[in-house]
């Protein structure tokens, strides 16, 4: 019974839901991370917040871990911590988190401990490892791990996402990053 009670457990929480309003809030998302592209600090991971039942956005954040020298300031780690302190509350139960990439092991877990309802990521994380390290661990893994549940919805508009990796501006910056020397 044991083995039957983990493998429900472990069965990913995917959804095959990919809405007209899902597509609407990538593109949106999308559109704001490519203008970050055009900037001297090009930034290929955003992600936005939204309520899940209204599509009303909450709020937009990119990656800042260069500019914060801030492992953690991923985008998904950003948006969260800037909802919940303009909800005042720990809680994002009722919130939908869309993210250019399918959240790292760190991010999908800020996800959960957040109480979000929902995840909707476009690339990868293969995608993404193509061009910078990862935790190859898959977000609806993380999320079938855990007792919290946040149903994860992916890739959507995965060849979009995956463009703001490989746009000119995003590899001049990928090589200048990784020919730091480490000290």
């Given at each position: 019974?044991?083995?039957?009670?983990?493998?429900?457990?472990?069965?990913?929480?995917?959804?095959?839901?990919?809405?007209?309003?899902?597509?609407?809030?990538m593109q949106a998302l999308i559109a704001h991370t490519v203008?970050?592209?055009?900037?001297?600090?090009?930034?290929?991971?955003?992600?936005?917040?939204?309520?899940?039942?209204?599509?009303?956005?909450?709020?937009?954040?990119?990656?800042?871990?260069?500019?914060?020298?801030?492992?953690?300031?991923?985008?998904?780690?950003?948006?969260?911590?800037?909802?919940?302190?303009?909800?005042?509350?720990?809680?994002?139960?009722?919130?939908?988190?869309?993210?250019?990439?399918?959240?790292?092991?760190?991010?999908?877990?800020?996800?959960?401990?957040?109480?979000?309802?929902?995840?909707?990521?476009?690339?990868?994380?293969?995608?993404?490892?193509?061009?910078?390290?990862?935790?190859?661990?898959?977000?609806?893994?993380?999320?079938?791990?855990?007792?919290?549940?946040?149903?994860?919805?992916?890739?959507?508009?995965?060849?979009?996402?995956?463009?703001?990796?490989?746009?000119?501006?995003?590899?001049?910056?990928?090589?200048?990053?990784?020919?730091?020397?480490?000290?």
């Amino acid at each position: 019974m044991g083995d039957v009670a983990t493998a429900a457990r472990l069965t990913p929480q995917r959804s095959a839901k990919k809405s007209m309003q899902d597509i609407g809030h990538m593109q949106a998302l999308i559109a704001h991370t490519v203008r970050s592209l055009l900037t001297k600090q090009p930034r290929p991971f955003g992600a936005s917040i939204v309520h899940s039942k209204s599509g009303k956005p909450l709020l937009r954040a990119l990656n800042n871990t260069m500019a914060a020298f801030d492992p953690t300031a991923h985008a998904e780690t950003r948006a969260i911590r800037l909802a919940t302190k303009r909800l005042k509350k720990l809680s994002l139960a009722g919130y939908t988190l869309y993210s250019t990439c399918e959240p790292c092991p760190m991010c999908m877990s800020a996800a959960l401990w957040a109480g979000l309802d929902r995840l909707v990521y476009g690339a990868t994380i293969e995608d993404a490892n193509r061009h910078f390290n990862q935790i190859q661990i898959p977000a609806v893994e993380v999320a079938a791990r855990s007792d919290m549940r946040c149903v994860v919805d992916g890739p959507l508009l995965r060849d979009e996402c995956y463009a703001l990796f490989t746009h000119p501006n995003t590899l001049r910056a990928i090589r200048r990053w990784s020919s730091r020397k480490r000290k």
